[in-house]
């Protein structure tokens, strides 16, 4: 069975300061690991995977996500705020052979001018 | 139209009502899901169809009930809803071969029953 931990419900910036959201995940196989967004009233829009190979993943809108197996980990980070990256971000892992992802409980980004 | 599609976007229902929720991909996937994501709850998977088959019901109420005549379309219908029901449902489409999994998300439905 898979888990996911997401640390901060809530995490609150400066623009253009450095963002990074946590993540571990917990998987009895190889995960593959997930980041998506979530804008006000909208469904989830994939930032980025991590399926094999480069450890480093790099996403869309300036965003990038390191697999590290010895800490079960994949956080997000993003050198630099903008304030249109305010959003719930979610972490998602999937197991070899299941169809379904597992969710994070999802970290609300909040960008101060 | 591109993506997944999710109609209506907002529905205002009483709990006597029958309504249904409809979903549209246009990927060529084959596997679509529902997910039902509540205020300060996980998101919650629903239901997994893969090749218009249900493979996975994580314990629902038998007031939501989905239908998949087809790959391309993914219907929830609701009746006899209860308050906590309300929430935003998502559809969302992958590939059913291959563990890669990457899901593609509609815009959702906002459901409040009165």
């Known amino acids: 069975a898979q888990s996911v931990t997401q640390l901060g419900s809530h995490v609150s910036v400066s623009e253009g300061a450095l963002v990074l959201l946590r993540c571990n995940y917990s998987?009895?196989?190889?995960?593959?690991l997930f980041w998506y967004v979530q804008y006000p009233n909208q469904g989830l829009q994939l930032l980025l995977k991590y399926t094999t190979g480069a450890t480093l993943v790099k996403g869309i809108n300036g965003f990038e996500a390191e697999f590290k197996k010895s800490e079960t980990s994949f956080h997000l980070t993003k050198p630099s705020a903008h304030m249109s990256d305010a959003a719930e971000y979610f972490c998602a892992v999937s197991g070899t052979g299941r169809r379904a992802l597992t969710f994070g409980s999802g970290t609300r980004l909040q960008v101060q001018p | 139209e591109t993506g997944v599609t999710q109609t209506p976007r907002h529905l205002v229902m009483g709990m006597t009502n029958k309504k249904s929720l409809k979903c549209e991909q246009h990927l060529g996937h084959n596997a679509m899901y529902w997910y039902k994501q509540s205020a300060k709850k996980p998101l919650e998977l629903m239901f997994v169809?893969?090749?218009?088959?249900?493979?996975e019901n994580n314990s629902v109420p038998s007031r939501f009930s989905p239908e998949c005549p087809n790959s391309s379309h993914l219907f929830l219908h609701l009746h006899t809803l209860q308050p906590e029901d309300s929430a935003l449902y998502l559809c969302a489409s992958s590939q059913a071969s291959g563990s890669m999994n990457e899901q593609f998300f509609g815009p959702g439905t906002r459901l409040t029953v009165l």
């Open positions: 169809y893969n090749f218009k088959e249900q493979t």
């Open positions: 998987s009895s196989v190889p995960p593959y």
